[in-house]
């Protein structure tokens, strides 16, 4: 399976974080059509409540599933920085810079996953129901700015695609040695795993 898996460029391990993020962006950008609004606030003298609505499942929706796909990409990366070549057996490292292209592009994705997650988690927690004299916060009621979903969708969409960007050249990388280290089988020259490879 892992072969199969191999060969196939590692499309199908990555399809689960394309469509989990798809999910994720969507769900954000249904949650700012769906949030509750200001005049959905009602006031029984100085104490105000607000029913729940919609943009509260959406957004941990579009949380869970997002973290879900970041993880899987992170740990698809990760594997590819040190890689076995099915049909010589040998072990490959990546070199320096390549290291240094994967850990920049993950530590960028991370980051906008966790404002991400952030505005997602704020917003979601102010569409759950609050009630006469607890509100959101010290017994006041909170509703969401706009565009505040929007902006967790924009990020969310820079975490899908930095992380993409980070497997892809993973990958674009363990096939280049993976045809050098042929080429040289080939050639009678060594397939060392200690070879560096550019």
């Given at each position: 399976m892992e072969q199969k898996l191999e060969r196939r460029g590692g499309i199908i391990p990555l399809s689960p974080v394309f469509l989990l993020g798809l999910i994720a962006v969507s769900a954000c950008v249904a949650a700012e059509f769906k949030k509750t609004k200001a005049n959905d606030i009602?006031?029984?003298?100085?104490?105000c409540s607000l029913p729940s609505s919609p943009a509260f499942?959406?957004?941990i929706a579009a949380s869970i599933c997002l973290l879900t796909a970041q993880i899987v990409g992170t740990t698809f990366v990760g594997s590819g920085f040190r890689f076995r070549d099915e049909e010589t057996n040998d072990n490959f490292n990546l070199n320096f810079k390549e290291k240094i292209l994967?850990?920049?592009?993950?530590l960028?994705?991370?980051?906008?996953?966790?404002?991400?997650?952030?505005?997602v988690g704020v917003g979601a927690s102010m569409n759950r129901e609050q009630k006469y004299g607890k509100g959101w916060l010290d017994g006041e009621c909170y509703v969401v700015k706009n565009g505040v979903f929007m902006a967790a969708a924009l990020l969310?969409?820079?975490?899908?695609?930095?992380?993409?960007a980070a497997a892809f050249a993973i990958r674009?990388?363990?096939r280049r040695r993976r045809r050098c280290a042929q080429v040289d089988g080939r050639d009678g020259r060594s397939t060392s795993p200690s070879k560096n490879f550019t």
């Open positions: 009602k006031l029984d003298g100085k104490l499942g959406l957004g994967g850990l920049l592009l993950l960028l994705s991370w980051t906008s996953l966790g404002f991400a997650e952030i505005l969310s969409f820079a975490t899908l695609v930095l992380i993409l674009r990388r363990r």
